[in-house]
């Protein structure tokens, strides 16, 4: 391919051109003006948007299958468009990109893309002379929150310039660039919204925000199925949609990559960079001045339409589970778009009305402004991901670790979790060749994992394992910390010496193993170690399939064809006896979660055992399989709700029943005797119902803000700490407060806390654990013996941001507790257990409330 010269040239060229009568002008398919130049025409043989979906763009809001219509529709008229599906939602929604480039780029596709993956294995391969020659890779992605809906349309908008174009603005794109283009980040989501809206829209709309159709019921269109926000998982890749995204990145390696979001309807337009004192170290000073570079594309654009914009201030680039962040430790420019929202077809804000077609251009023109912006800067791109990774041996030299060890604990499954994550994003793992002693740590071959880090991905492993300590600001936009190690509980230790000798084969495969069947068939039953990540599902399976099971609440010693094995508390027995099913069925039932769940079983040769207690001891407790109700609905966080359905349907396959906060007043709360209130205000749920059924005999777990409603309603006795934040604030200036009064939220930090390990809700835990923290308040532990179950440490913080204040106050303050009340329990736990389905360190306390909440 030869050298193309800036596209500005080619504008200037074009605009020197004799004009054309204006019944020949081009015309985008838009329900609104928006400015071409460049474009010479459109080809009739390529579909519009409208010639297929229904409806122009801007009158409607385009529903998930209508997108994904266009897309292969387009695809099968055009030879520079090549459509793939690269997921499938949890609600069987497909998720689809296009790859658009000119035909000449396609004949040669593969060769383009093994030429870009060069720039990130082998750098140094890689002359200033081919790079001139290559066009660069740019990944737009749109509208990953559902109801922010706009980009989805500039996307389809984008496919048809891109496809039925011609002149030298959209040839310049084609032959300079390979774009691929993700319309559709979040397909359930946005279905929840546009339902909404299209439903309750007339024939005539109205702008009134008060409107029905501008009041989206909870839990709105942001979240998918499961209600998470999946532009914080592009990091955890908790997902499907997520997970799928990733593989699409990392096939390709883009140079820039795009995340189109819309703001309130009060605002201007916003583009990247953000705050620059909350950009994350570990990305270059490079990638910003690039995105700045670019910001000059979008301001000239946006300036000759008269859009007001604004960069630099509220945003940040930091956590680097974010669409526009997680490029930056790769080598990609990430840029995050945000567009004020009409949230319905039209709607009242204090620059006036705005329609969505407004909304829907301002986000074209953004698309065009990055994609121009892109083949002006193609060289530089190109050269900045290529020296990107050519630094890495550089980076290794100066880092004082160079390889991180994962030891897998008494959970192999929770090792093995984390390695999938990280093997999706391209980090080399390798087993562990010979014992490696670290930070008063063993680690054994065949039970540890070691990552070094003289390898490609050098910046990203340092970016998620590493604990955040020092930072240039106190205030962020999201989480301040996620080091994953520690949110998976894992031994772990960084290893600061020359790694060779400790590293093994490289591993590529990390399904889940682990499950043993110590002894045979047993007639008198068998012992299920607690503590491993699926035991939860299996106990659950067990229980469901009609076995009777229960929890020995004491350390036992079990002889096995002559050893004597030790199984802590927590452990779950079942009987080889069991009404209506046969010792040989109760076996296979055994056999199934060994190969399923990949728990550990014993099968007992006699219920006497050597010491107490024996396998028939009134120690051990029957268990009562869990009837949950998740409380729903107004008043209730989504996402922390959103949290305890996934971990309990798609981890440990067990159902819950969604009872709106509204309905509890009516419900028939009898049927449960476990109801889960995840987070929230709660100010429409009657205490006294709760209460009434707690004493009764049921089983309150209320979690993070939850936990605080709780107290405020007299079902637990703990003292709040004071923050007295007046005396904070004294003698700051007023311009000062704002950030003054931010430097006291605790957005995501990570606390060490001691654990009372032989209480059934700390069943599978050792002495200490790290919890995940975005809750400002904290409490005294309770002064009722044996309530206390985790406590924070004296100096508790493990990473990320914390004021002196607060750390005063979290010396010593409880997280989680245990209380009886009547007949029935409270489980308070301030910290959410269940963050964002990555934090797999802690979902066994969830587990064990939701199994053991009776047992104490």
């Known amino acids: 391919m030869s050298f193309r010269l800036p596209l500005l040239f080619f504008l200037l060229t074009w605009l020197l051109l004799p004009a054309v009568p204006d019944a020949q002008a081009q015309e985008l398919p838009l329900a609104t003006d928006f400015p071409l130049e460049g474009v010479e025409a459109y080809d009739e043989a390529i579909a519009t948007p409208d010639e297929v979906i229904g409806h122009v763009i801007g009158t409607r809001h385009t529903e998930s299958l209508q997108v994904v219509n266009y897309f292969e529709h387009v695809a099968a008229q055009s030879d520079r468009v090549l459509l793939t599906e690269y997921a499938r939602s949890y609600q069987n929604r497909a998720l689809v990109y296009a790859t658009v480039t000119s035909e000449a780029n ?8 093994e030429a870009n993956e060069r720039l990130t294995t082998d750098p140094g391969s890689v002359s200033d002379a081919e790079l001139a020659d290559m066009p660069a890779i740019i990944y ?60 309750n829209r007339g024939g005539v709309h109205t702008t009134d925000v008060q409107d029905r159709e501008h009041s989206q019921p909870w839990p709105r269109g942001r979240t998918n199925h499961y209600w998470f926000d999946l532009n914080r998982d592009w990091m955890p890749l908790a ?39 909350r950009t994350h170290p570990r990305t270059p000073e490079i990638n910003q001045e690039l995105t700045m570079e670019l910001a000059r594309f979008h301001a000239r654009q946006l300036d000759s339409m008269g859009e007001l914009y604004w960069t630099r201030e509220r945003f940040d680039d930091y956590y680097y589970g974010k669409g526009s962040t997680y490029p930056d430790v790769q080598g990609t420019v990430g840029i995050l778009f945000e567009e004020s929202s009409s949230r319905s077809l039209e709607t009242e804000s204090n620059f006036g009305d705005k329609h969505y077609s407004e909304t829907v251009r301002n986000q074209f023109a953004t698309t065009l402004s990055t994609l121009e912006g892109s083949v002006d800067l193609r060289d530089r791109l190109l050269r900045y991901q290529r020296d990107f990774f050519a630094e890495v041996p550089e980076r290794y030299n100066a880092f004082d670790t160079k390889a991180y060890v994962l030891g897998h604990g008494n959970d192999p499954q929770r090792a093995q979790g984390l390695a999938q994550i990280l093997d999706q994003h391209r980090v080399q793992i390798h087993d562990l060749a010979e014992p490696l002693e670290q ?45 994953l190690p520690l949110a998976f509980g894992l031994p772990h230790a960084e290893v600061q010496r020359t790694p060779d000798r400790f590293i093994g084969e490289q591993l590529s495969d990390f399904s889940f193993t682990g499950g043993e069947m110590i002894g045979g068939r047993s007639n008198v039953g068998y012992i299920m170690e607690w503590g491993r990540y699926f035991a939860p599902r299996a106990l659950y399976r067990l229980q469901d399939a009609g076995l009777r099971t229960m ?55 006699s219920g006497l055992m050597p010491e107490r207690p024996d396998f028939g001891s009134p120690s051990a407790n029957v268990l009562e399989k869990p009837r949950v109700a998740l409380v729903t609905g107004a008043g209730t966080s989504q996402l922390n709700v959103g949290e305890a359905w996934h971990l309990m349907n ?24 476990t109801i889960v209130m995840a987070g929230g205000s709660y100010g429409s749920v009657s205490s006294d119902a709760i209460e009434s059924w707690v004493r009764s005999g049921g089983t309150l777990i209320a979690i993070h803000s939850a936990a605080e409603w709780a107290v405020r309603n007299g079902m637990a006795d703990l003292e709040r700490k004071p923050l007295d ?86 010396s010593g303050s409880a997280s989680v507790e245990g209380h009886r009340v009547g007949r029935g329990r409270v489980v308070l736990m301030f910290d959410n257990p269940n963050f964002r389905a990555f934090w797999w360190g802690t979902n066994g306390f969830y587990a064990n409330a939701l199994f053991f909440g009776r047992s104490f």
């Open 106 to 113: 396609h004949a040669r596709l593969d060769e383009i893309r």
């Open 140 to 199: 737009m992605g749109y509208s990953v929150h559902g109801d922010e809906a706009s980009g989805t349309e500039a996307a389809l908008l984008l496919l048809y310039h891109l496809a039925a174009g011609s002149g030298p603005a959209v040839d310049a794109l084609l032959d300079d660039l390979v774009i691929l283009i993700d319309p559709n980040m979040n397909p359930d989501g946005r279905d929840r919204f546009a339902y909404w809206v299209n439903q």
């Open 239 to 277: 997902h499907p949609e997520s997970q799928g995204k990733i593989g699409v990145y990392q096939h390709w390696r883009p140079q820039v990559l795009t995340d189109f979001h819309e703001m309130g309807r009060n605002s201007t337009y916003f583009f990247q960079p953000g705050i620059p004192e």
């Open 439 to 483: 930070d008063g740590q063993r680690f054994e071959p065949g039970e540890a994992f070691i990552i070094p880090m003289n390898q490609t991905q050098h910046q990203f492993i340092r970016g998620v394992m590493e604990r955040a300590e020092t930072f240039p600001d106190s205030l962020f936009y999201d989480v301040s910390t996620w080091t």
């Open 551 to 605: 929890v020995m609440t004491e350390e036992m010693g079990v002889p096995i064809r002559g050893t004597t094995y030790e199984i802590d508390r927590g452990a779950i027995l079942i009987p080889s006896q069991q009404d209506d099913m046969s010792p040989q069925e109760v076996y296979q039932h055994v056999q199934n979660i060994v190969a399923e769940d990949h728990v550990r079983v014993y099968g007992v040769e």
């Open 650 to 673: 798609e981890r440990y396959h067990m159902p819950a029943s969604l009872i709106d906060a509204d309905r509890l007043r009516s419900a028939d709360l009898s049927l449960y005797n």
């Open 725 to 810: 934040t007046d005396s904070l604030l004294q003698g700051q200036p007023y311009a000062d407060l704002s950030a003054a009064r931010g430097a006291q939220n605790i957005g995501g930090s990570i606390f060490e806390a001691t654990i009372d390990h032989t209480h059934p809700l700390a069943f599978g835990y050792g002495q200490t654990a790290p919890f995940f923290r975005n809750l400002n308040r904290f409490y005294e532990p309770s002064g009722r013996p044996g309530a206390a179950v985790a406590t924070y440490t004296d100096d508790p913080l493990m990473s990320g941001y914390l004021s002196d204040a607060q750390r005063e106050l979290a």
